[in-house]
């Protein structure tokens, strides 16, 4: 097996921007690791940093989501996706930043069985309708979520968190994207 | 009707930042109107910018796929997820770009219905996969698409237009986005 | 590109016989075209009769659905099937009726978007369950029709207009029907 | 259980007018029954007479299929669609027409355990992508009935069958269309 | 046609030992047949055994369902996955044990539309559900089912009557098992 | 949450027989635990007996499929119908039996992510096809088999371990079966 991040052949540009590199350096010290999306968008300085400005605006600026209710709606579309890579790395995310392995593992194989409040199941069940049929999402559905405590803007951000794993996941199922090796026995 | 542009009560930030209004004055002068995809996220900037990075990147900068071939993929996307707003708008900008009005309707009802060489039916066809079923996309696919010469950047752009469109999709359909009235009658 | 309303060889019966010549002059003279479907039933005239006669009871004669009501439920019916001719026939035609374009647009690309009162949302949703699963049709969906105002007799003809064009779709995809280039601009 | 022929209030022309009078003689001779479709559609004899006009051109004319052959697409589409008055009554006809029972069965419940030859499982594969799928066919599929000997006068008698039963099966499951109880034992 | 009870070789032990010897004579004395799908696993005599152990439990043991309501739900199951072999068994037991051969037919052709009482219109749709779409089935579901007077004893019965056909289906199907001739003409 | 393994109350027979005692203790001291799936059978020592001599004969008897071959498919049927059960208890069995903690994740996730060899991807493929759409499978999916080198007894063997878990699938989600909560750690 290759050592490229994709089935594609896009080498990273070199040498890297000195931003690029300080980011990089960021991730390894504190992930322990450089995830293997960002090489694969390295290729490309700008379409790397439009990638990370959304990526990092959605799952770690302010919101009323929770970081961990970011990854578990990450989570239940990669799986409705069958996304490897999205499932592999935001598995272990949930896992982490929950401390309840079996949670994570739950996200990835069926939502339903994981032990949920009100709130999380409705928001998962508009993430799910959000991934397999939006085109029927009418104001009812967002009415339930209101109903179950949450604002427009906290549907703002489900809506876009559960559109952005529509992307990636289709990104990285399209060009056989690889997820570090490290990330499967993370917070086991 | 409310003026606004979903269904979400998130109004625009008041008053607009220098730059934003700017780059609104400019939609407003080059298209005739700001699209309401922009007003949809003007509630929060840094959004904003994310959003309009990315698109413009992907729609926009160079690449070895046409502004309409790009086009083209938006709207077959936007047709399979039966997104009203990217149907609407971006049906119009394959009707302009093409100078084709038909062109524009067949991407919309049925792309494959299309008067369409082989190269945008291999590119067609691989933006469906993306989008209906991503997960069983293998390295046949993507060497279908190099024998219809296809780099690999091209193919990383096919999968990144195609997984866009399949987030904005979601995002307008999730919050009843509207569609600018003008788009209707432009280029028919 | 040949002439040929269809992919398939069948030419029309050549002469017309008086009362089909008749019709067709009618049509060119009232629509500005003769229609690709009645030229590409005329290979044998039996046929086109049947067809025409069926046609014209159920989408002229006397109804409690207006003419545009049986017009949008005939382009919903063939946005789902995702047929070009239909969309684009009668797509023109909701847009002529109604003065409306973009409910045209709307019935192509999801109706649900489209701005509808509790009548026309009854009959269109029924008129998707008869073309998606009509096998799980029940009491219930009557009931929910008749509870919107429609008659017995008015089910029938929704039932019936939903089913008309559920044969149409197929028949005009199967064929590779080609509309008439008209349509396009109608409108607009 | 009401002896109407379907969940409808829609009553039988009284007095029937003399030519559908005989018209139901004859099917009673012939058939031993009036078919409850027929029935059905008597509440306003243009309907009915444009309905018997199809069907008797459809299956009874001459074609290049023959009428078993016709009623074979007619049951697998019904089968695809699971319509309870079609699978009944032109299950019957299967059995009658081929003498063989097992094979109704197997239009009925899965056509491709028939033992069938080329020609057939051709025919059938098409008509049941003309039913499930019609958006998607091309001319590879048009090709592949000609290379297993069929005319393109063919191949539209088989769309048009085929399209047919996708119309009256969602007529008849729309409205609850009760077949004939001796339909069960006949032909087995 | 070979005399093959599957598609595969595999043919019985030969001899057969006593006890299956007998098993299979009990069968032609109150059959009339020893059912393919015994001889198809009589290739080894550890997996015919298995077999038979669970299927005399689930369909003949005492339960809170009938025999009948447990052949109900193996021809809506089979109907569901489109076995060939396991609709004409079991469809013919339906007839049989209920009287009513039009019953049978129903649970062939679209459940829906035969006359049920409330019971088993729950038993069937929940049997349905577990077939189609299990991972959603929640508590409410099988509360729905002690609503309709079903024990926790017979839910646990009507899913592990549902699941054993699901596996059936599969194998039957996977395998090409013809169903034994005597099937077709009986109880009608 | 009780201690019930399933949402049923249905208790364990007390005391359980000498020989379901000794069975029970053979598996907590083998595997260090009771398996969920044994206990929830136990309310009736006959059903539990016919599981376990079905699940031993397949899962562990002689076959020419390696008991990680047929553990693989187990997961990738169990991930198909996203039974949670089933996926973590033999998703363990996975990564235990392969010494690749990643490879019991990919049967998870995305099985065609995997690095599999010729004859495995022929066996997964079938599993799934078998498990998606059975009605679909023809003489050319065993012939594949049989070039991918299988015998018709393996393809016996992946048809019945497929067919298997499509049941317990079902029983474990109609029943909301619970995992024991050992397996999540084992073997990462």
Same mark, same amino acid.
């Given at each position: 097996?290759?050592?490229?991040?994709?089935?594609l052949?896009l080498p #990273?540009?070199?040498?890297?921007?000195?931003a690029?590199?300080?980011?990089?350096?960021?991730?390894?010290?504190?992930?322990? #690791?450089v995830?293997?999306v960002l090489?694969?968008?390295a290729?490309?300085?700008?379409k790397?940093?439009?990638?990370?400005?959304?990526y990092?605006?959605?799952m770690?600026?302010?919101?009323g989501?929770?970081?961990?209710e970011?990854?578990?709606i990450?989570?239940?579309?990669s799986?409705i996706?069958?996304c490897?890579?999205c499932?592999?790395?935001?598995?272990?995310?949930?896992r982490?930043?929950?401390?309840r392995p079996?949670?994570g593992?739950a996200?990835?194989?069926n939502?339903? #069985?994981?032990?949920?409040d *009100?709130?999380q199941?409705? #928001?998962?069940g508009?993430?799910e309708?959000?991934?397999?049929?939006s *085109?029927?999402i009418?104001?009812d559905d967002?009415?339930?979520?209101?109903d179950?405590?949450?604002?427009?803007?906290?549907?703002?951000?489900?809506a876009?968190?559960?559109?952005?794993?529509?992307?990636?996941?289709?990104?990285a199922?399209?060009?056989?994207m690889?997820?570090?090796a490290?990330?499967?026995?993370?917070a086991?």
């Amino acid at each position: 097996m290759s050592d490229s991040p994709t089935a594609l052949d896009l080498p #990273m540009v070199d040498p890297l921007p000195e931003a690029t590199r300080k980011y990089f350096d960021i991730c390894q010290e504190k992930l322990g #690791m450089v995830p293997n999306v960002l090489k694969a968008y390295a290729f490309d300085i700008d379409k790397l940093d439009a990638f990370t400005a959304m990526y990092n605006d959605l799952m770690l600026a302010e919101s009323g989501l929770t970081k961990l209710e970011r990854e578990m709606i990450a989570v239940v579309v990669s799986s409705i996706n069958r996304c490897w890579y999205c499932q592999v790395a935001h598995g272990a995310a949930v896992r982490a930043l929950s401390g309840r392995p079996e949670l994570g593992e739950a996200m990835v194989m069926n939502w339903r #069985m994981a032990e949920l409040d *009100a709130r999380q199941t409705a #928001m998962l069940g508009f993430a799910e309708k959000v991934t397999q049929e939006s *085109a029927r999402i009418t104001e009812d559905d967002r009415q339930a979520l209101r109903d179950a405590g949450f604002s427009d803007r906290d549907i703002w951000d489900i809506a876009n968190v559960a559109g952005f794993f529509n992307m990636t996941n289709r990104v990285a199922s399209a060009t056989a994207m690889r997820p570090n090796a490290d990330y499967h026995a993370q917070a086991r």
